[in-house]
């Protein structure tokens, strides 16, 4: 995928996200990626301008975390041909998992992986929608480690840089599509 063809995908996608404000609660401007599902071609288009700064880096592994991260994460994995290895809330995973918790806005959530998922994984790459303060990446990264595997970058589909999500996951590389 050449410059032109990037920018092209970042403009369309700009175009498509819906702005939703105050949801899930006032202040927040929620960019809703929905028409971006509805769109097959330009879905198509944002799942390979994802994976393509990835393509010869020998990534083995798509990490992904509940439940939108889940809609890219898996067709990357596939374009990559890379393993897909979901990270779900607290007792949703059948087997034996490790778990990190991670600091909210007001309080503390808890994010798991199966402990066996990964294990000399060194080709790890993390995919979610949104970057926005970083905490729930920051946590996926520490998951990774903890269940034995390398990661080797970050990549989203929108980042809001206000919000300071790239320093929370600094040592590590980080892509995104497209910033607000
Ligand atoms: P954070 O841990 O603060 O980086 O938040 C990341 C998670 O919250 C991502 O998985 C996003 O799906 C979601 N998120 C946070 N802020 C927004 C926003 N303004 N619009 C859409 N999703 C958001």
């Known amino acids: 995928m050449d410059a032109d063809e990037r920018a092209a995908i970042m403009e369309e996608v700009r175009r498509t996200v819906r702005d939703v404000p105050d949801f899930p609660k006032r202040g927040i401007l929620f960019r809703d990626i929905t028409p971006v599902l509805a769109n097959p071609s330009l879905f198509g288009k944002v799942m390979m301008a994802l994976a393509a700064p990835f393509e010869s880096a020998g990534i083995t592994h798509v990490v992904s975390i509940e439940s939108r991260g889940f809609i890219l994460g898996a067709p990357v994995a596939l374009e990559l041909r890379a393993a897909f290895v979901p990270v779900r809330k607290p007792g949703k995973l059948p087997s034996a998992t490790v778990r990190e918790d991670y600091t909210l806005e007001y309080g503390t959530d808890a994010l798991e992986m199966h402990a066996d998922a990964l294990y000399g994984a ?21 998951l990774v480690e903890r269940a034995g595997g390398t990661v080797f970058a970050c990549a989203f589909m929108i980042e809001l ?14 892509e995104s599509l497209i910033s607000y």
């Open 122 to 142: 060194k080709g790890v790459l993390v995919v979610d929608d949104v970057l926005a303060t970083g905490g729930t990446a920051a946590a996926t990264c520490r």
């Open 161 to 174: 840089p206000a919000l300071g999500g790239r320093a929370k996951l600094a040592g590590h590389r980080v």
